[in-house]
């Protein structure tokens, strides 16, 4: 192959090789920085992106929300008692540039500013403190380090405290004391059931003694009207009897007009009656 051919050869292998360094391609969920000759020149959006070829660069920065764990670490209390402590940190990208110039590694910086700031939040507070606040940590330390990492183009949008473990004695004792404050509430459950069981069925015993008391109240008035309705001309009947007994004591004789009332009430009505010759 002649000098001349190898020429053209090299020279349209270096023009493809030109073209397909030009065309850089961008994820949708990432924003590139087009660096030339080692000084920023331009942030570009996702899809094809062309530069000039071997003078510049693209690096692709990721603009989805990421997960940094923090290993767990020893911290001591206001009360003087040593707890482990780890956590995750939620964060994403807001500005592509200073993430990529302002540090040199924001998961390393990032996870050194939450341990050390977890010492501070946690050295404040006694361990029931620390027990019962764990949301008020996460967003106190949420603030830190959203504050600390603003000129680094990164927004912290969560921090979740995941574990905060006393040592194994104090854990037993704990453990022993709710036992002691569950047991302490079920009796006291138990005896205010029992008070409510005993109260409900005495006023059961009261509602049905004043329903009796009704029930008897109604049925002697029943009574009285029954009395009232049928029964009021039979003391007047048996009064007329009681005379009558007494009159006709010893067979003594007396005249008793027909027709008059003595006649019913010894039941001579209808019977002849001789007349008495005076």
């Known amino acids: 192959m002649d000098p001349f051919s190898v020429t053209i050869i090299i020279l349209l292998g270096l023009a493809i090789l030109a073209v397909v360094s030009s065309v850089k391609v961008v994820g949708p969920y990432e924003k590139g920085v087009i660096v030339r000759l ?33 290993e767990p670490q020893k911290v001591i209390t206001e009360d003087n008692v040593g707890v482990e402590v780890d956590c995750v940190i939620y964060y994403k990208v807001v500005d592509p540039v200073k993430a ?32 019962v606040a764990r949301d008020s940590i996460n967003e106190s330390l949420r603030e830190v380090l959203d504050e600390a990492t603003h000129s680094w183009g990164v927004k912290v949008t969560r921090v979740e405290v995941q574990r905060i473990d006393p040592p194994q004695d104090i854990t037993q004792a704990m453990s022993k004391q709710m036992k002691a404050e569950r047991e302490k509430r079920a009796a006291i459950l138990e005896a205010e059931g029992k008070k409510q069981a005993a109260i409900l069925e005495a006023e059961g015993v009261a509602k049905a003694r004043v329903l009796q008391a009704i029930s008897e109240a109604e049925a002697l008035q029943k009574v009285s009207e029954a009395a009232q309705k049928y029964f009021k001309d039979r003391p007047e009947i048996l009064r007329r009897l009681e005379v009558a007994e007494k009159v006709l004591t010893n067979n003594t004789k007396y005249i008793v007009p027909a027709g008059s009332d003595l006649v019913n009430v010894l039941n001579m009505d209808g019977q002849k009656i001789v007349p008495v010759k005076k």
């Open 38 to 70: 080692g000084r920023y020149r331009a942030t570009v959006s996702s899809g094809v992106n062309f530069v000039m070829p071997f003078i510049e660069s693209v690096i692709k920065v990721d603009m989805r929300e990421q997960v940094i764990q923090v």
């Open 100 to 131: 990529e110039f302002e540090v040199e590694d924001f998961s390393l910086a990032c996870t050194t500013l939450a341990q050390t700031n977890l010492r501070n939040l946690i050295g404040d507070k006694s361990l029931d403190e620390t027990l």
